[in-house]
T-cell receptor, first 114, second 115 residues
Framework: AQSVTQLGSHVSVSEGALVLLRCNYSSSVPPYLFWYVQYPNQGLQLLLKYTTGATLVKGINGFEAEFKKSETSFHLTKPSAHMSDAAEYFCAVSPTNTGNQFYFGTGTSLTVIP | DAGITQSPRHKVTETGTPVTLRCHQTENHRYMYWYRQDPGHGLRLIHYSYGVKDTDKGEVSDGYSVSRSKTEDFLLTLESATSSQTSVYFC??????????????FGSGTRLTVV
């Protein structure tokens, strides 16, 4: 069975500081990996995804994530936080060999302190 | 936008009444999903569809039913609403027209309150 763990349900950073949101998955076969962002009272929006190829993927708004197979991780980073980055972030995995659905983490709420 | 709309956006209903939420897509994609979002639980899958009249249960399907009589519409019905079904409901479609694995596009959500 798939599972996704996001360490830290709430993360606070100062404006201009590094953003690091952690995501680990459990899967016998490397899945496809995704990060979604949800701004208040909105639906989820795709930030970035890893399917194949380069393990460092770049997304919108300056975010990037690196797939590390040995660590079963897909952590999200941004070098310098902006106030507009305050939102809920969800990591998700999609098995590549079976099933019709994604598995989401429970989310990390990012607060940016001015 | 990717052509997915949910209706209604907000609804208040009484305990014991049936409620139907609608998800409409203009993308002609095969896979559609209903999730609920609750604090501390993230997104939990209720039901999904992999084609017209083809549906399957997710992890929190009790008390919910779905129907998909045409590609563009996926309906979620709360058969007899309970307060525990107060939540925000999201519909999603697969980003690929044929595969569920390459990402989702989400609707804007329906905020349902059961009183």
């Amino acid at each position: 069975a798939q599972s996704v763990t996001q360490l830290g349900s709430h993360v606070s950073v100062s404006e201009g500081a590094l953003v690091l949101l952690r995501c680990n998955y459990s899967s016998s076969v490397p899945p496809y990996l995704f990060w979604y962002v949800q701004y208040p009272n909105q639906g989820l929006q795709l930030l970035l995804k890893y399917t194949t190829g380069a393990t460092l993927v770049k997304g919108i708004n300056g975010f990037e994530a690196e797939f590390k197979k040995s660590e079963t991780s897909f952590h999200l980073t941004k070098p310098s936080a902006h106030m507009s980055d305050a939102a809920e972030y969800f990591c998700a995995v999609s098995p590549t060999n079976t099933g019709n659905q994604f598995y989401f983490g429970t989310g990390t709420s990012l607060t940016v302190i001015p | 936008d990717a052509g997915i709309t949910q209706s209604p956006r907000h609804k208040v209903t009484e305990t014991g009444t049936p409620v139907t939420l609608r998800c409409h897509q203009t993308e002609n994609h095969r896979y559609m999903y209903w999730y609920r979002q609750d604090p501390g639980h993230g997104l939990r899958l209720i039901h999904y569809s992999y084609g017209v009249k083809d549906t399957d249960k997710g992890e929190v399907s009790d008390g919910y039913s779905v129907s998909r009589s045409k590609t563009e519409d996926f309906l979620l019905t709360l058969e007899s609403a309970t307060s525990s079904q107060t939540s925000v409901y999201f519909c999603a479609i697969s980003e690929s027209s044929r595969s569920p694995h390459y990402g989702y596009t989400f609707g804007s959500g329906t905020r349902l309150t059961v009183v």
